[in-house]
């Protein structure tokens, strides 16, 4: 059977991603926020490639970029570099199985956030600290909620 194209629940997506990147939290929770954008970048690579590619990530970025008041282009350069390595682990990511696949969400965005602290430091805004790296690890566990929440609102649309 074949599933219908996800031609609303894309940009619906990337939008409450980018509602719950700008939510405020309290200082303690907000270290750990996960990559809401990242991780829907992802879960639309992995599940929908021809729709979704390494140009939609960079535009995902820049529009981070401007929402969090950012260096323009940190975000966007990370996004693409995580949605190239994305798109070239679909075949593996679709057979691994959902604690593997969350290993591969942890590296992705791992990766991100080292492109990010890299281009900080070039431009010596860098501040680094143990809790830099936590939304990699919340990422990675918030990745089957998310998988699974995608899936059923993509099948159901």
């Known amino acids: ?45 992995l599940n929908h490639p021809s729709r ?12 981070l970029d401007l929402l969090m008041n950012n260096t323009l282009g940190v975000y966007a350069l990370s996004m693409s ?3 190239y390595l994305a798109r070239l682990s679909i075949r593996q990511a679709r057979i691994l199985s959902l604690p593997k696949t ?10 991100g956030l080292a492109i990010r602290f890299l281009v900080y430091s070039l431009v010596g805004q860098s501040n680094l600290h143990w809790q830099y790296w936590l939304p ?4 990675a566990c918030f990745w089957p909620f998310i998988l699974i929440a995608l899936q059923r609102w993509r099948r159901s649309c």
Do not use: C, D, H, N
Request: proline residues 8%; charged residues 5%; hydrophobic residues 60%.
């Open 1 to 45: 059977m074949r599933l219908p194209e996800p031609v609303w629940s894309i940009p619906i997506s990337i939008a409450v991603g980018a509602l719950l990147t700008m939510y405020p939290l309290p200082t303690v929770l907000s270290y750990g926020r996960p990559e809401w954008l990242t991780l829907l970048v992802i879960f639309w690579i």
């Open 52 to 63: 979704v590619g390494v140009w939609t990530a960079f535009f995902v970025g820049l529009l």
């Open 81 to 83: 570099v995580v949605a």
């Open 102 to 111: 969350g290993f591969l969400v942890f590296t992705l965005v791992g990766l």
């Open 136 to 139: 990699a690890l919340t990422s």
